[in-house]
């Protein structure tokens, strides 16, 4: 993959920085940036071969025929020129090059081989361009050619011919295999870097997603402190307000547990807002907070029932303790069930039973249907069953709510104890 300039991925530095310069002098697209190159190689050929038989050949002892120099040096520099194809068209190219090597064999000595800049170049193009298949058959015929054309113009001596095959399979072979180690190892850092910025994302994604992991946390906290203590707040407000007339001294009482119950509700808000912080317990210089847990479930069982109709608490089995994190769950399941009986059932006897049965622990929440004279919530659409099931997902627990036969509402949440923490929980609901 090339951008508009020819330029591969995982190019160095320096080529890249080559781009950039040509793009601004408005040197862009392959083809113009090949035509270039071959200007270039072009005017190097000339002074490279001028060198080669007007100096260095003759100090060597070995002369060239002036007319035959400049044929060559002719040749060689349109075999340059023809590197504008070698990109848009390597094959081509490549073709067209060997072909003009040929009359340049028969136009040299005999025991001298001459080559210009572009069969190395056109070697190495096919090398990084094409297929690994492809390149070295290319190769491969045009060594073939290049040695049967030498060995029918130049001489049929074996050792000449066999020295002209040497010349050019070490030429194009040697030119093509590092054209196709510079092509494997642009493709590798391409990889590399593409794996990079999967990698990224998918840690941009991971932390996106423990985000929004710890907003529903969040939100599941503050629920399930604001649902219960505020909707018992309002509750024994509305209470007040019918007491405060007739009977000042009930009144006073009830607004003295809206202090206290006011102020239990700040306590697990900071509560709250410690664990989100990662220091759970803690609060910012006034000590500890109690972390809520079944142990705590007579305290949360009489605050409900001094809200609204009987609560009634029944513990069965030997207790155990269970893990800190299920711990918790139970006891915000219970407090929520709680706190939606009371919205939904005011005044209706709700029963809590904590079971620890040999292989499991149990925990029941049913309330009866509301009474004739109590009027229930119409509110609709909260997270508290919804919360209620990933506390319970979380833990390894099957979780089940619906209502009873009777017209009431039943929670269960049944925690397995007798090994590791269920894989994939059960769910359960009822109709």
């Known amino acids: 993959m090339r951008d508009h300039t020819g330029t591969e991925p995982g190019t160095p530095r320096l080529t890249r920085w080559l781009d950039g310069r ?25 002074v490279l071969l001028g060198a080669l038989f007007w100096f260095a050949a003759p100090e060597d002892g070995v002369s060239f025929d002036p007319t035959r120099a400049w044929l060559i040096i002719a040749i060689c520099c349109a075999q340059a020129m023809l590197l504008c194809l070698r990109r ?50 290319a190769v491969g015929v045009a060594v073939l050619a290049e040695s049967v054309g030498a060995a029918v113009v130049v001489t049929p001596d074996l050792l000449t011919g066999v ?23 642009r ?34 906290e503050l629920h399930d402190v604001a649902a219960h203590h505020l909707s018992g707040v309002v509750v024994q407000a509305a209470a ?16 003295a ?30 000590g500890a907070a109690p972390v809520p847990g079944l ?20 513990r069965e089995g030997q207790p155990r303790p269970v893990s800190p994190i299920a711990d918790v769950a139970l006891y915000r399941i219970a407090q929520e069930s709680l706190s939606n009986a009371r919205q ?24 009866e249907p509301a009474t004739p004279r109590s009027r229930p919530s119409t509110r609709t659409g909260g997270v508290g069953l919804v919360g209620m099931r990933e506390r319970a997902q979380l833990i390894g627990a099957s979780f089940a709510a619906g209502p009873t036969p009777a017209g009431g509402w039943s929670v269960t949440t049944t925690l397995p104890t007798n090994g590791p923490v269920a894989s994939y929980p059960r769910e359960e609901a009822t109709a």
Not at 114 to 120: D, K, Q
Not at 164 to 185: D, M, N, P, R
């Open 88 to 137: 848009v068209r390597p094959l081509l190219c490549l073709a067209l090059v060997v072909g003009l090597q040929l009359p340049i064999n028969g136009l040299s000595l005999p025991e001298v081989t001459i080559r210009g800049l572009a069969p190395f170049v056109v070697a190495y193009t096919v090398g990084s361009l094409l297929p690994v298949r492809r390149a070295l058959l």
């Open 344 to 367: 939904h059932a005011p005044e209706a006897p709700v029963r809590v039973a904590l079971r620890f049965l040999p292989r499991s622990v149990t925990l029941e929440v049913v309330n």
């Open 187 to 220: 493709r590798y850092v391409e990889l590399v870097r593409l794996r990079a910025d999967e990698a990224i994302r998918e840690q941009q994604a991971k932390v996106q997603a423990a985000i929004g992991a710890e907003r529903s946390r969040m939100a599941r």
């Open 163 to 185: 020295a002209y095959a040497s010349a050019s399979t070490l030429t194009y072979a040697s030119a093509t295999f590092v054209g196709g180690y510079v092509a494997t190892y």
């Open 240 to 255: 007040v307000e019918r007491l405060i007339d007739r009977d000042p001294a009930a009144a006073k009482a009830g607004v």
């Open 295 to 314: 142990d705590t479930l007579d305290e949360l069982v009489d605050t409900a029932g001094g809200l609204s109709g009987p609560v009634e608490l029944v």
């Open 22 to 46: 040509l793009t601004r002098l408005g040197v862009t697209g392959v083809f113009a940036r090949d035509c270039l190159l071959a200007a270039v190689l072009t005017v190097l050929t000339f």
């Open 257 to 286: 547990w809206i202090r206290s119950q006011g102020k239990e509700t700040l306590d697990n808000l900071r509560l709250v807002v410690g664990v989100l912080r990662g220091r759970p317990g803690h609060e910012d210089g006034d």
